[in-house]
């Protein structure tokens, strides 16, 4: 039986081995080959990473496995199925937030033995002392030292002596490479190889409870890229050292703790923070780290990707703006800004913004070529982009799209014209404008409608209170005009405007509404249309109702109140008998849609990793 021959394949025995008895695993099992049981895809982190789980059998134990994002290829292929049979090439046995766990970073699926159905009767697998902290046991990890394409350097058992700090620094003191997935807090001693694919400006804090300064860089190896952290001392002994697009040899001591993911935009769930006895080394080896990895989309199909993504993209430079200043309202500190064109074959063009030393110091002439990392979409204009301060830009790099885009643009792109996403802004009350959805301390803070301009917020708000004097006013009749009319006391309504009498007006609402969240209230004035919403009737209705002291006009009122609904707001400074004030003007409103903010909800309480 075909499913006989596969379970002869598999190692019985070898997770024990790998988690409780490291040692032995490297003598008696050193081609692991274990079933795939099952696969799920994780809960999408903060920043759209996706993770696959995995659950591996030996056929008598099985363990919680998680894929290397490294490794989601064999999953999109197709390759990787439940029931599949694993060589495992590279693998760490961590325990991550007290739970045991095999994190996988490259494998060989054995598809000549197709998906069997589960083989055997598999155990969770006990750990040897539970209570122990688990030392990381790396696997084949030296590198690119596996069976397969090279034979390893060093016997198997080796792998697991661990070169001291205080070593000659030579690239043998590095014989044990961590691939950068692997790293956890649970990871003791490790050396890492990578390439900086990023290195961020000095900031520097003043706060009364001191002052400091602080940088960062992205490190990539082929598992995976991390955020690394220098502050203060740090900052100091390690900025100049970084440089982008290097490679590094970084040696524990250096700490590992979650990453904040509302600060960066890599998928890792950890990021290190430089120590004082960190080693970091400049590698003689330049090769054999991957060079910053992009994930390009066209420009045609921004359209496609949804506000707020993560997206990286390359094009050719139309057109390079001045350096344009602005004062952030939330922080009142002046930001550096330039505006890009950028074109691609696609035959569309977007704008992108680069901010603060990138815009000062861009010089790249139009028709370069750009690449850029780590850019977020907005739905400004339709669709544009803005380079996060964890992006990166590369002029004229040397890659296949580069090339593409070089020679379409220099045969026929330079004499296209180029559609702009503008022309294709959503419909709604506010026009595809960017409308950023505030809580209502926020509104205040930012001292929106206060300046010249008029400011435009989104807020999800709760109706506690709505003024039932003037909700309505009698408008005139006639297609378009929506002007007051008058009662003329013989039973015709005159519009001065239109110049007639009409026997009945129409109530139009024109109401003051109080609306709370767990930041403050706001007065806010709505017209007809948003009133209809509210009260579920038209006004016409509800005078109807008030006039004939029927209680269903109080009855609705009630009802209305405890709404929670999503405003488009427009904020804006009005003049009321010499009186300055803001007015607070809804433009739409709709009710909450309970799956999506619940979604967005959770999106937004995974950033702070409770
Ligand atoms: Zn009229």
Not at 18 to 46: M, Y
Not at 293 to 306: D, M, P, S
Not at 308 to 315: A, E, F, K, P, V
Not at 472 to 499: F, H, I, Q
Request: proline letters at 5%; aromatic letters at 8%; glycine letters at 6%.
């Amino acid at each position: 039986m075909a499913s006989d021959l596969a379970a002869s394949k598999i190692t019985p025995g070898v997770l024990d081995a790998i988690f409780n008895d490291p040692e032995r695993r490297a003598t008696d099992f050193p081609v692991p080959v274990c079933q795939c049981v099952q696969i799920k895809p994780l809960a999408s982190q903060g920043n759209g990473a996706e993770r696959y789980r995995v659950v591996l059998s030996d056929t008598k134990n099985f363990v919680q496995s998680m894929l290397a994002t490294g490794a989601n290829h064999f999953i999109h292929d197709q390759k990787l199925k439940k029931g599949s049979l694993v060589r495992l090439k590279q693998f760490q046995a961590n325990a991550l937030k007290g739970k045991k766990i095999l994190v996988i970073m490259d494998i060989d699926v054995l598809e000549e033995f197709g998906e069997p159905e589960k083989i055997g009767d598999p155990q969770a697998l006990k750990m040897k002392d539970e209570e122990e902290d688990v030392k990381p046991a790396p696997g084949a990890v030296s590198g690119a030292g596996f069976y397969g394409n090279k034979p390893a350097q060093q016997p198997a058992a080796a792998e697991r002596s661990i070169p001291t700090r205080t070593g000659p620094s030579s690239s043998a003191a590095h014989g044990n490479i961590y691939p950068i997935e692997a790293l956890s807090p649970y990871a003791h001693k490790w050396t890492i190889k990578a390439r900086v694919s990023n290195k961020s400006e000095i900031r520097t804090w003043h706060k009364q409870s001191g002052e400091g300064k602080l940088f960062s860089v992205n490190l990539l190896d082929e598992s995976g890229e991390i955020k690394a952290t220098g502050f203060n001392e740090q900052c100091d002994q390690l900025y100049d050292l970084f440089q982008e697009g290097s490679v590094y040899y970084i040696s524990s001591p250096c700490r590992v703790q979650l990453a904040k993911k509302q600060f960066t935009n890599l998928p890792n769930d950890y990021e290190l923070t430089f120590d004082r006895e960190t080693q970091v080394e400049k590698a003689e080896d330049q090769e054999n780290v991957p060079q910053v990895r992009f994930n390009f989309t066209n420009i045609a199909n921004l359209q496609t990707v949804e506000k707020d993504t993560t997206i990286d993209i390359i094009g050719v430079l139309k057109e390079v703006a001045d350096v344009n200043q602005i004062v952030s309202k939330s922080t009142s500190k002046p930001y550096d800004k330039r505006e890009l064109t950028l074109v691609d074959d696609s035959d569309f063009s977007v704008r992108l913004t680069i901010w603060g030393k990138t815009a000062t110091a861009f010089d790249a002439q139009p028709e370069s070529i750009v690449a850029f990392k780590g850019a977020k979409v907005s739905d400004f204009g339709g669709r544009s982009l803005s380079l996060l301060s964890s992006g990166s830009m590369s002029l004229d790099p040397d890659i296949p799209e580069a090339h593409k885009l070089r020679g379409w643009y220099d045969t026929h792109g330079r004499s296209n014209t180029f559609a702009s996403h503008s022309g294709m802004a959503s419909a709604g009350a506010a026009g595809g404008r960017q409308d950023p959805v505030m809580s209502i301390a926020k509104v205040y803070e930012d001292n929106l409608g206060m300046s010249e301009s008029t400011d435009y917020f989104s807020t999800k708000a709760t109706i506690v209170y709505i003024k039932q004097e003037n909700f309505a006013y009698p408008a005139c009749l006639s297609e378009g005009c929506n002007k007051k009319v008058t009662d003329m006391g013989d039973g015709t309504w005159r519009c001065e405007k239109c110049d007639i009498s009409h026997p009945k007006p129409e109530y139009r609402y024109i109401m003051s509404l109080n609306v709370n969240d767990h930041t403050g209230q706001l007065w806010l004035s709505c017209f007809d249309d948003v009133g209809r919403l509210v009260m579920g009737m038209s006004a016409d209705q509800l005078m109807a109702l008030k006039d004939s002291d029927d209680p269903a006009a109080g009855r609705a009122f009630e009802e209305a109140n405890c709404k929670t609904m999503l405003f488009k707001c427009r904020a804006k400074m009005d003049s009321f008998q010499d009186q300055q004030r803001v007015r607070y003007q809804v433009t739409g409103a709709s009710p909450v849609n309970y799956t999506n903010e619940a979604q967005k909800l959770a999106e937004l309480i995974k950033l702070y990793n409770i």
